[in-house]
């Protein structure tokens, strides 16, 4: 059943692993020890190339007071992974949690109870880092200038599945931001945001992330969230975009620039400053 009597509907928290199988435990530990009732796990393994199969099918065993189901495909990255997720199961509200994050035991509760009382469709808390970097992740509640700017929530929010169908899910921007644009379409179909000022969330800071990868590709990513949003981002930043992503490579000083001085309008200083080496090796080629 997807729901039960009363006011606790189930909630999918849905897990893509990808080469983080000796991390995954930690992550599904979190899941299992959720306060709420009424769960169901889900756990992707998008191809992954180390024993990930075997570490799930373990899981499963260990945890037999939890539903956890294994859903196993072809790689196709993290977008996919957690279509896949979130399509295995008819929860009518769902939990995203990468293998190597955490959530606080009484995550989904708290998430839940804020959607309900606000009759939000996006409920999105504070975190903590932890590993290479310890430290407060402090998030503010989401409004149209903020989230164009910026992604200034958390991938581990709760949403409800009718608006994940009215989106039709995540789609495969890489490396990285396919969380941001998700959560621009949920602002184009209307969402509400609720915001949980509680540390409920865990993010893991270890070497290299996507997000790191996200900051080299910047400009082309913004670029291309500007264009997929053109109902929300002014027409000048639109035909920016599509001029940028059109030259690719060839993208001259000029151009790129141009693409920096959104950064600077959206007081997003440190993600300018982080661009401009790229910026100088441009105009010493053009020179």
Known sequence: MSSRPGNTPEVAVVIPCYGYAHLLPEAVASAVQQTWPNLRIVIVDDGSPDDTAAVAARLVRQHPSRRIDVVRQANQGL???RNAGVRATDSPLV???????????????RLVRALQAERADVATPNGRTFGDVEAPLVTMPVTRRRLMANNCLVYASLYRRELFDRIGGYAPIRPGYEDWDFWLSALEHGARFVHVPEELFCYRKHGATMLSAADRAAMRLHATLAVRHPRLFPGWRVALGRRLLAAGEAAGFWLRLGMLATFLIDRRLRLFV???????????LST
């Open 95 to 109: 939990l995203p949690l990468d293998a190597d994050d955490r959530l606080a035991p009484n995550a989904v509760a």
């Open 79 to 81: 977008s996919a992974a």
């Open 274 to 284: 982080r661009q401009l080496p790229a910026l100088r090796a441009t105009n010493m």
